[in-house]
């Protein structure tokens, strides 16, 4: 059942009319349903039933306190990519030895902070990196768990931007590097090699690059294990799909599905090993926990008729939702309250000063100004990515829960955007 959907003419979350939050709240404005994210994040929690596996948030998908807090609360750990994203975790109550912490450019400072917090385990990228780690830990008297983000070269069939897997991304070590890398690891003192990770790129509908990974995830943990290395976690990276309803697109693996034949392969690999070893499986989703959990609404404030094409002009723009124009990312655009009349062609954009800050093209909309918009499955990569671009403050977000709308944040005063600044004397 979508979370999302018309009732008596206007588009709800859950029982609320969007129409509702708007007069209420203002526009633009994140709304999330609560419902939806539980539903999501039991999606995983189901299929990992009664197995040594952990569901580790990849939070930059959306890292405002209240989902954080909703999520530790089902068990979820946290994959972080950032000493600040590591302190968003403890203020919204989760547990630091869930976190793992990802990342080709950790600093000195964040690598101290992640120790002194206990994190699970730091995802390392390179031999610099690992070395870094080694003397921060020794400085602390500490020993530091790692992983090596390996890189295992499969093509995960997206977008250039989100495609992490590739040799050609900065990502990771490269898997023929890989065993040498690991050696490194080992004869440090100050490190524990405790895992081996992937991540192959976002927004992945097939599950096909996803198990290729694991194979050679596992074909690698045989070669450690040969040379007295031994893995004791795996992590397979996040990249699941959501479906945005582009043209054309077809629809993302189910994870219950995808995650049935990962454990699938991983129990035949243990059975024919016999050696009674128990391998941690852990995931580090994002998108597919919370994309389709939230939408953007925004008002339309002008129609601009020209020439060549028909302008939407909203009062949402790319420094709320960044996807459309950094990806060329279809999201879908509902009417809230769908009006009878004659449609025409739009583009939809911003009021930013770039030809960039569109939300939607080519749209067949009956739309009028003051009408309210909603860009749909907007959950993931939105207000992480929002910025403060033409001195705009961020829109506010919302979380419905039953009956019930909650702000989970307010609405930034563009007045209060300065205040960090100072002028010289
Ligand atoms: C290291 C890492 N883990 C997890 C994720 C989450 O990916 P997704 O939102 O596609 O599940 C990302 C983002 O692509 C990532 O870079
Ligand atoms: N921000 C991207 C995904 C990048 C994932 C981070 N490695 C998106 O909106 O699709």
């Not at 830990?137 to 250039?160: E, Q």
């Not at 596992?218 to 699941?240: N, P, R, S, Y």
Request: overall charge negative; proline content about 5%; charged content about 25%.
């Amino acid at each position: 059942m979508s979370h999302f959907s018309y009732r008596d003419g206007v588009l709800h979350a859950e029982s609320i009319p969007l129409s509702r939050v708007a007069e209420e709240f203002g526009t633009p404005t994140y709304v999330y349903s609560k419902a939806a994210l539980l539903q999501n994040f039991a999606a995983y929690a189901d299929a990992c039933q009664g197995r040594d596996a952990l569901v580790c948030y990849a939070m930059k998908a959306n890292s405002n306190l209240a989902i954080l807090d909703l999520l530790a609360r089902e068990g979820a750990g946290f994959d972080i990519v950032s000493g600040g994203e590591l302190l968003r975790v403890i203020a919204a109550g989760g547990d630091p030895d869930k976190v793992i912490f990802s990342g080709v450019g950790k600093t000195e400072a964040e690598m101290r902070l992640a120790l002194e917090k206990g994190i699970l385990c730091f995802n390392v990228e390179s031999i610099p990196e690992l070395h870094r780690l080694n003397e921060v830990a020794a400085g602390m008297g500490k020993r530091a768990p790692v992983s090596l983000r390996v890189n295992p070269n499969v093509d995960a069939k997206t977008h250039p931007y989100i495609a992490t897997g590739l040799k050609a991304n900065k990502f990771g070590v490269a898997f023929d590097d890989a065993l040498a890398t690991y050696r490194a690891a080992a004869s440090l003192p100050n490190l524990d090699v405790v895992g081996i990770d992937c991540h192959i790129g976002s927004q992945l509908l097939d599950d096909a690059p996803l198990l290729e990974a694991l194979d050679k995830l596992i074909e690698l943990i045989d070669t450690l294990d040969a040379e007295g290395i031994h893995i004791h976690h795996l992590d397979i990276g996040g990249g699941v799909g959501v479906d945005y309803g582009a043209p054309g697109d077809k629809p993302p693996v189910p994870v219950g599905d995808y995650l049935g034949r990962l454990f699938a392969r991983i129990d035949a690999w243990r059975a024919a090993r016999h050696d009674g070893r128990a391998v941690k499986v852990i995931f580090e989703p994002g998108r597919s926990i919370v994309a389709n959990t939230g939408v953007l609404v925004t008002k339309v404030e002008f129609l601009k008729p020209g020439a060549e094409k028909n302008f939407a002009i909203i009062d949402a723009a790319m420094n709320d939702m960044m996807r459309p124009t950094l990806y060329g990312a279809w999201m879908d655009m509902k009417p809230v309250v769908p009006r009878e009349g004659e449609k025409a062609v739009y583009d939809v954009v911003g009021p930013v000063c770039e030809s960039g800050d569109w939300l939607a093209k080519e749209r067949e909309l009956a739309v009028e100004p003051g009408d309210l918009l909603a860009m749909m499955s907007a959950g993931a990569y939105g207000m992480t990515m929002a910025s403060n671009y033409n001195t705009r403050g961020r829109a506010a977000e919302i979380m419905v829960d039953g009956e019930q709308v909650h702000v989970i944040r307010q609405r930034e005063n563009p007045a209060d955007l300065f205040a960090l600044e100072s002028m010289l004397k």
